[in-house]
């Protein structure tokens, strides 16, 4: 996978700078799998990273079970409603079949082209299950649910597993090398309610899977990481306000690690000295530790400054 | 007072109709301002509580739905002493439909005293300048949990400063990929990274 990518692995979390490069819109990028596929395509051709990710849509499962979704023309795409407040609500959601359901095709096909012609690892995205259970059932009342009302959330989060292993296993089928899981929801819960509320559910989505995984949860996630680790992922993802260090002592060497250059101050709005100081940070780390891929810690905004882009890949040339 | 050491528990355990039966018991008997500051020094040990990483969001988000559920209670009491300290209007950026961080800092700043008028989530630029306007207020709070709606927030003092209304308003920000950082590159007047230490520092300034 990425160890035969060269000395220090480089793979931000970028897609939607594609779009800025490609001049076209969220909304075409999000629906439309040759504009997406275009966009990743332009950063592609540009910067040659060691892996590449779809682009980052935490709507897309939701829609695929059936809820409204609002898709303003260049931003994200985010959930209208959330329906479901009891577990008969659950009889109104599809199981969806990645093949038909939502734009669920429209991103199998974006990862079947990106394994086409990107001759680099090639990571899709899926959402994990607490976070999706927040989107279904409204982020307040999941999260109240952990305390108030376990039976539910746990009918809810059986749902969302089924739902994202398919779509999971879909991926993989058509050309992912790497299933990224995005829990950004879970950065809410202590270690125990982590456990009990997502990583479960995670670690049963990855046994299934013959994909490695890596695990996203943005934010500080310092208190999550064993946990993290417990989920037999492949690999973890921190964002930027982890420890690096920390992270590297916390995380066991055989797992790959993923960060963390802050994507807003440094990456997307920084200038070219914090660009190297960063890069220069993470590099000796790198050359520490096996096993590191130096990434951003989260995703890059659509105006991120394609000069900073250029300027820290030129660090690695 | 004893029902105060048990509004107290209830708060803290998120105990929503306990603490309502309680309130609506005690309110014609008991100073308002005791009851308040019950409320405040509940948050505040949950705050502290927080900040040690002793509980979490879930735990915050029950004990800040017990203060939403006796504000209505308290506010004629509140409003007829002239309890409230500054008017600060809150909300999540447009784009971003994330509502529990902004809405735990509603609760903590209105059991400190403040008038929070909450104009929720996805709310435009426009609507954050009317409504501070409107209301009369000192203080802009602007929360964002996406790092694709952070530039709204700077957008927004961009706003102010064309407008030549930068100095009428003291405009902090939050959310988590927000910073001090963050912060000090788009020109906000202040960084709350938790409800908690938002509340401390406006308290400090007041």
């Given at each position: 996978?990425?160890?035969?990518?060269?000395?220090?692995?480089?793979?931000?979390?970028?897609?939607?700078?594609?779009?800025?490069?490609?001049?076209?819109?969220?909304?075409?990028?999000?629906?439309?799998?040759?504009?997406?596929?275009?966009?990743?395509?332009?950063?592609?051709?540009?910067?040659?990273?060691?892996?590449?990710?779809?682009?980052?849509?935490?709507?897309?499962e939701a829609?695929?079970c059936g809820i409204?979704?609002?898709?303003?023309?260049?931003?994200?795409?985010?959930?209208?409603?959330h329906p479901v407040k009891k577990i008969d609500d659950l009889r109104n959601l599809k199981s969806?079949?990645?093949?038909?359901?939502?734009?669920?095709?429209?991103?199998?096909?974006?990862?079947?082209?990106?394994?086409?012609?990107?001759?680099?690892?090639?990571?899709?995205?899926?959402?994990g299950p607490f976070t999706l259970a927040c989107l279904l059932a409204g982020?307040?009342y999941a999260i109240r649910s952990v305390l108030k009302d376990k039976d539910f959330l746990a009918h809810i989060l059986h749902y969302s597993k089924r739902v994202i292993y398919?779509?999971?296993?879909?991926?993989?089928?058509?050309?992912?090398?790497?299933?990224?899981?995005?829990?950004?929801?879970?950065?809410?819960?202590?270690?125990?309610q982590?456990?009990a509320n997502s990583?479960v559910y995670?670690?049963e989505?990855?046994?299934?899977?013959?994909?490695?995984?890596?695990?996203?949860?943005?934010?500080?996630?310092?208190?999550?990481?064993?946990?993290?680790?417990?989920?037999?992922?492949?690999?973890?993802?921190?964002?930027?306000?982890?420890?690096?260090?920390?992270?590297?002592?916390?995380?066991?060497?055989?797992?790959?690690?993923?960060?963390?250059?802050?994507?807003?101050?440094?990456?997307?709005?920084?200038?070219?000295?914090?660009?190297?100081?960063?890069?220069?940070?993470?590099?000796?780390?790198?050359?520490?530790?096996?096993?590191?891929?130096?990434?951003?810690?989260?995703?890059?905004?659509?105006?991120?400054?394609?000069?900073?882009?250029?300027?820290?890949?030129?660090?690695?040339? | 007072?004893?029902?105060?050491?048990?509004?107290?528990?209830?708060?803290?355990?998120?105990?929503?109709?306990?603490?309502?039966?309680?309130?609506?018991?005690?309110?014609?008997?008991?100073?308002?301002?005791?009851?308040?500051?019950?409320?405040?020094?509940?948050?505040?040990?949950?705050?502290?509580?927080?900040?040690?990483?002793?509980?979490?969001?879930?735990?915050?988000?029950?004990?800040?739905?017990?203060?939403?559920?006796?504000?209505?209670?308290?506010?004629?009491?509140?409003?007829?002493?002239?309890?409230?300290?500054?008017?600060?209007?809150?909300?999540?950026?447009?784009?971003?439909?994330?509502?529990?961080?902004?809405?735990?800092?509603?609760?903590?700043?209105?059991?400190?005293?403040?008038?929070?008028?909450?104009?929720?989530?996805?709310?435009?630029?426009?609507?954050?300048?009317?409504?501070?306007?409107?209301?009369?207020?000192?203080?802009?709070?602007?929360?964002?949990?996406?790092?694709?709606?952070?530039?709204?927030?700077?957008?927004?003092?961009?706003?102010?400063?064309?407008?030549?209304?930068?100095?009428?308003?003291?405009?902090?920000?939050?959310?988590?990929?927000?910073?001090?950082?963050?912060?000090?590159?788009?020109?906000?007047?202040?960084?709350?990274?938790?409800?908690?230490?938002?509340?401390?520092?406006?308290?400090?300034?007041?």
């Amino acid at each position: 996978m990425m160890e035969n990518l060269g000395s220090i692995a480089v793979a931000p979390l970028m897609g939607l700078p594609g779009i800025t490069l490609s001049k076209t819109t969220v909304k075409d990028n999000f629906e439309n799998a040759d504009v997406q596929f275009r966009s990743l395509a332009l950063l592609y051709e540009r910067y040659h990273p060691d892996a590449m990710f779809t682009m980052m849509d935490l709507s897309l499962e939701a829609e695929a079970c059936g809820i409204e979704i609002m898709k303003p023309e260049n931003r994200g795409f985010s959930v209208r409603h959330h329906p479901v407040k009891k577990i008969d609500d659950l009889r109104n959601l599809k199981s969806p079949n990645p093949l038909h359901e939502g734009r669920m095709p429209m991103a199998l096909k974006v990862i079947e082209n990106m394994s086409k012609h990107f001759d680099c690892t090639n990571i899709a995205y899926v959402i994990g299950p607490f976070t999706l259970a927040c989107l279904l059932a409204g982020a307040s009342y999941a999260i109240r649910s952990v305390l108030k009302d376990k039976d539910f959330l746990a009918h809810i989060l059986h749902y969302s597993k089924r739902v994202i292993y398919g779509f999971a296993k879909a991926l993989s089928e058509n050309g992912a090398n790497i299933i990224c899981i995005l829990e950004p929801s879970a950065g809410a819960l202590s270690p125990e309610q982590f456990k009990a509320n997502s990583a479960v559910y995670i670690k049963e989505i990855i046994d299934g899977l013959t994909v490695p995984v890596i695990l996203h949860i943005c934010g500080d996630t310092n208190v999550l990481l064993d946990e993290m680790v417990g989920t037999n992922c492949w690999g973890i993802s921190i964002d930027s306000q982890v420890s690096v260090k920390h992270a590297v002592e916390q995380i066991p060497k055989d797992l790959y690690l993923f960060g963390n250059i802050d994507p807003v101050n440094v990456l997307a709005y920084g200038d070219f000295n914090e660009i190297d100081t960063a890069v220069l940070e993470l590099r000796e780390m790198a050359n520490k530790r096996e096993n590191y891929v130096i990434s951003s810690g989260c995703d890059l905004p659509m105006d991120t400054n394609i000069d900073n882009l250029d300027h820290f890949f030129k660090c690695f040339e | 007072m004893e029902e105060l050491k048990e509004l107290s528990e209830f708060i803290k355990s998120g105990e929503v109709e306990k603490s309502v039966d309680l309130v609506r018991g005690i309110i014609d008997k008991l100073d308002t301002k005791k009851i308040v500051n019950c409320m405040t020094e509940s948050m505040r040990e949950l705050g502290d509580r927080f900040e040690k990483k002793q509980i979490f969001i879930p735990e915050l988000l029950v004990a800040s739905d017990v203060i939403t559920e006796l504000m209505p209670i308290l506010e004629p009491y509140i409003q007829k002493k002239k309890m409230h300290k500054k008017t600060i209007v809150l909300g999540t950026v447009e784009g971003d439909m994330h509502e529990i961080g902004k809405n735990i800092v509603s609760v903590v700043l209105k059991a400190e005293g403040y008038n929070v008028i909450d104009l929720g989530t996805d709310v435009s630029s426009n609507t954050f300048l009317q409504a501070a306007s409107d209301e009369d207020a000192e203080i802009v709070g602007l929360s964002t949990l996406m790092t694709t709606t952070m530039f709204i927030q700077r957008d927004l003092i961009v706003r102010l400063n064309e407008m030549n209304i930068r100095s009428n308003y003291f405009v902090i920000i939050g959310g988590a990929p927000t910073s001090q950082k963050w912060a000090d590159k788009i020109g906000a007047d202040a960084y709350g990274e938790d409800a908690f230490s938002t509340a401390k520092y406006l308290n400090d300034m007041q």
